[in-house]
């Protein structure tokens, strides 16, 4: 067993050296290998992350969203083109939807920013969600981790869409963007509020041709909606910008807000944000970890389908049937 660990721990060493290096195959390699579930994997996993954990935190983390057919792909694609031409590297951690009866990226074998992909300062990793709550890989966090040590100045996060998954970005970046279609009124009254309140920075993205003045307006109107929300800081009221990202028009100005962003934010008040996050997603693992324990558990696998079934046919509170569930667990019974 002592030279199994010494060699799993030489393995991560080896791994976390190319990976420092700048080594595009071994950033690859060390995703798969965090997205992995297997157990042998996931000890390898922890081992890789515990020894670069000083080598992060870095980068600057943005996070962007909005309703598909917005034109996030579009968007970022010429974001990260505008920042690697000032020479700054840009990973990109696109989330994309799983496959249910595949498990696998749905989107994942598709052209997606493609000259984007072609930069040698730019790194794309679609990954599937795997199901996990909201549509955000479980393991983006420590995917971001990755290419921070592996030297990244930007990491970018794009979401599925509008939905659950914006709260859970939100709280593993620094700025979140919320990319809005150029159109108003009903429109408007569509987003949800909750989502619009996570944002820093709202972006009419579509401002060009015929949609300019539609963009215009609905710019006006987002404006005006957030003047009644309350700000998530009181030192950074939510700018509401434009571009188009097909013209590659307005992006330079997104880029010039960011900035602010962190300059108005602090260094203290950065790393306390930071903090925080890093505290959430500890009990994140743990409550993930419990869950998946407490299905494994003999005792509860004992049970299971026939609560499930007395759950089902209307025999048995689903309140009652957890409690034996949680009892069965507690007492160890069947260990």
């Not at 030279?3 to 080896?14: C, W």
């Not at 799983?98 to 994942?108: A, K, V």
């Not at 499930?308 to 069965?328: C, D, M, N, S």
Request: proline share 4%; net charge negative; with cysteine.
């Amino acid at each position: 067993m002592a030279e199994g660990m010494a060699a799993r721990k030489g393995e991560s060493e080896n791994l976390a050296q190319a990976l420092k290096a700048g080594e595009r195959p071994a950033l690859a390699r060390a995703i798969t290998l965090i997205e992995s579930t297997r157990a042998d994997d996931r000890a390898r996993a922890e081992d890789l992350l515990s020894g670069l954990m000083s080598t992060t935190g870095g980068a600057i983390r943005i996070g962007i969203s909005g309703s598909p057919g917005v034109g996030k792909s579009t968007f970022i694609e010429a974001f990260g083109l505008m920042l690697t031409r000032q020479g700054l590297s840009v990973a990109v951690l696109a989330v994309d939807p799983s496959s249910r009866r595949t498990g696998g990226s749905i989107l994942g074998d598709k052209t997606r920013m493609e000259e984007l992909s072609r930069d040698p300062k730019a790194f794309i990793r679609p990954s599937p969600t795997g199901g996990s709550m909201g549509g955000v890989a479980r393991r983006t966090r420590e995917a971001m981790l990755l290419c921070e040590a592996a030297g990244f100045d930007v990491v970018i996060v794009e979401t599925v869409g509008v939905g659950q998954s914006e709260t859970a970005v939100a709280d593993m970046v620094d700025l979140f963007v919320l990319l809005l279609p150029p159109s108003g009124g009903d429109e408007l009254q569509g987003i949800k509020k909750g989502i619009v309140e996570l944002a820093d920075l709202v972006v009419v993205n579509k401002a060009d041709g015929a949609l300019l003045e539609a963009a215009n307006r609905a710019a006006a109107e987002y404006q005006s909606a957030l003047r009644m929300l309350r700000p998530l800081s009181a030192d950074w009221q939510v700018p509401v910008l434009r571009c188009s990202a097909l013209e590659k028009r307005g992006i330079d100005e997104i880029w010039a807000e960011i900035q602010r962003h962190r300059e108005v934010l602090g260094p203290a008040a950065l790393a306390e944000k930071r903090g925080a996050q890093a505290r959430a997603w500890m009990w994140s693992e743990v409550e993930d970890s419990l869950a998946a324990a407490f299905r494994r558990h003999p005792a509860v696998a004992t049970r299971l389908g026939e609560l499930e079934q007395g759950v089902a046919a209307g025999e048995l509170p689903a309140t009652v049937a957890a409690r034996l569930l949680l009892k069965a667990f507690a007492a160890g019974d069947g260990e």
